[in-house]
């Protein structure tokens, strides 16, 4: 082919992208209003993952500090002292009550435990004689009562720590963090809940925009139109990333503004990465799910259930690394686990740890997905 035969094949060329893009700009935009004008479909993507979040917010509030009564029997020095280093242990929530009070807290299950400073705790220790801190541990629950079997002992470490020099037992700690900041139980579970959103939000809104078409009889005037099948495709993916995206990105502002992530400089660019490639796979997935069961309740209902076995087959309500051996197995091929991980490093440490296995993961994911998706509209198409 000759440069004479190159120029005039180029404006037709030109045109068939301009056409393309075109029609998949007007598709998208028609799944959006519609989308907009659906409330229940907003509703059906947002509450499974608010459900979670709220479960996660009350687990973590229930299990994060035990509650505690404090009976302080002593009023010297070194008793005032001890019953700081408690205070100052950060892993109790405590009541200072009285002996009777104390005991009418534990029989009611208000308490899990009772932590007495005795009478002459600072009268026998300034005789170089030997005391006790008294625990009385309700160990109806195996959790709770370990973290009162470590968290009291360590904090009797810390009243000799603080006494220094004068301190009978010489205590010296040194602690080495492998993480920049300390992650609460509740911060850490958001992300996975996003992540779930995510997913949520592309397969059922791809997958209703996609089925719609069948349920409606519109797939007809789609085929008699002149816009290509790749932009019938290629809208419909567009639109539900899009609605995903955007709530991706709404619900992790308001965790920005909140103080549960601490995105810094680039590492906000790993974030919209990685929220970007789990949105994509996630209306990808839509689009064929739509595609192949025709039906908006149908995908509705498998969108739900498929995107809630992920989540927790990634790891979605624990730390992965410490779940038993089989569940991290399948969590290496659930491509969420990825996800989870890339938000994780990005968004609490400030970290690109593992981001190209990360990306590239999501990447082939996004196109295996992508691939799905078209074969399924496609043979839908040709029935």
């Known amino acids: ?37 659906q409330p229940v479909t907003m509703v059906a993507t947002l509450v499974p993952p608010l459900i979670f979040l709220m479960i996660q917010a009350l687990g973590a509030e229930a299990v994060g500090r ?23 242990a ?20 208000d308490v899990v435990a009772v932590v007495t400073i005795p009478a002459d705790f ?21 959790d709770f009562t370990n973290d009162i079997r470590r968290a009291v002992p360590d904090a009797i470490t810390h009243y000799y720590l603080a006494q220094g020099e004068q301190s009978p037992i010489k205590v010296t700690m040194s602690e080495s963090d492998l993480r920049p900041r300390d992650i609460e139980m509740f911060q850490y579970s958001v992300l996975p809940t996003v992540v779930l959103l995510l997913i949520i939000c592309g397969l059922i809104s791809g ?21 290509p099948g790749g932009a019938i495709i290629a809208g419909k ?25 601490y995105p810094e400089g680039i590492y906000w660019l790993d974030m919209l990465l990685i929220i970007g490639l789990v949105a994509l796979l996630g209306a990808s997935l839509g689009v064929a799910f739509g595609a192949a069961l025709r039906r908006i309740t149908g995908v509705v209902a498998v969108s739900i259930n498929v ?25 290496s091929v659930v491509p969420l686990t990825y996800g989870n991980h890339a938000l994780q490093m990005a968004l609490f440490y400030n970290s690109a740890d593992l981001l190209g296995r990360d990306v590239l993961v999501l990447g082939l994911s996004c196109l295996a997905a992508l691939v799905l998706g078209t074969l ?3 043979k839908g198409m040709a029935n």
């Open 1 to 37: 082919m000759n440069a004479k035969e190159l120029r005039q094949l180029q404006p037709k060329f030109q045109n068939v992208v301009v056409e393309f893009l075109r029609a998949t700009w007007i598709i998208m935009l028609k799944d959006l209003r519609v989308w907009l004008r």
């Open 66 to 88: 035990s509650p505690v009564a404090m009976v302080i029997q002593d009023g010297g020095a070194q008793g005032a002292q001890i019953a700081q280093a408690i205070r100052d």
């Open 90 to 109: 950060d892993v109790f929530r405590l009541q200072e009550v009285d002996a009777a009070r104390a005991q009418v807290l534990l029989k009611n299950l």
């Open 122 to 142: 600072s009268q026998r220790l300034q005789a170089g004689q030997g005391t006790t801190v008294d625990v009385t541990v309700n160990n109806l629950n195996l």
């Open 207 to 227: 997958g209703i925009a996609t089925a719609r078409e069948w349920e409606s009889a519109t797939v007809k005037e789609l085929l008699l139109s002149p816009a």
């Open 237 to 261: 993916v567009l639109a539900g990333f899009t609605i995903s995206f955007g709530m991706g990105m709404l619900v992790l502002l308001v965790a920005n503004a909140m103080g549960w992530i």
């Open 307 to 331: 995107a809630l076995y992920l989540f927790f087959l990634s790891g979605g309500v624990g730390v992965l690394a410490f779940e038993p051996q089989w569940l991290q197995d399948i969590a």
């Open 376 to 378: 399924m509209v496609r």
